[in-house]
């Protein structure tokens, strides 16, 4: 249910508002609002950056586990470059991307957060519908990940 179709009052003949239909909106609302939470929290967001460094997008990525097996979704934002960047907007944007429209990739068995990252960020890298900034900045963290991590 939308918040925008709850019905918050109902008013019997006299015009009154009856307690009962309080009750149960506000039941309604902070049941939503429970959920809303714990959906949130099962997000994790990370901020995809240009080769300065500065941020230009941000990817929500949700981990959901299915017997053995594991499935990651992720959904982002990309920084329009005339814009300024808004940390704030930019998770906003990707966090309901993410719950209405998620892009779904494979992880291994009881997979590490960075497997997870780096399977995240190779699937933006090479899904050629994203735009080209967010490709880009998928590609640089791998290929400095690859520096950092090889030993």
């Not at 939308?2 to 506000?26: M, N, Q, R």
């Not at 941000?58 to 005339?82: F, T």
């Amino acid at each position: 249910m939308k918040y925008s179709e709850l019905k918050l009052f109902s008013a019997d003949s006299s015009g009154s508002v009856k307690d009962a239909d309080i009750e149960i909106c506000l039941s309604q609302l902070t049941k939503r609002k429970k959920r809303e939470q714990k959906m949130s929290r099962e997000i994790r967001v990370m901020y995809l950056r240009d080769h300065k460094g500065q941020p230009q997008g941000c990817v929500a990525c949700q981990i959901k586990r299915s017997g053995n097996d594991y499935v990651g979704s992720y959904q982002l934002s990309v920084l329009n470059p005339v814009d300024k960047f808004n940390r704030g907007v930019a998770r906003a944007l990707a966090k309901g991307r993410l719950l209405e429209n998620p892009i779904q990739f494979v992880l291994p068995s009881s997979p590490s957060m960075h497997e997870i990252t780096d399977q995240m960020m190779a699937a933006i890298a090479t899904n050629e519908s994203l735009p080209t900034r967010a490709r880009k900045s998928a590609q640089r963290w791998l290929d400095e990940a690859d520096r950092t991590f090889s030993f």
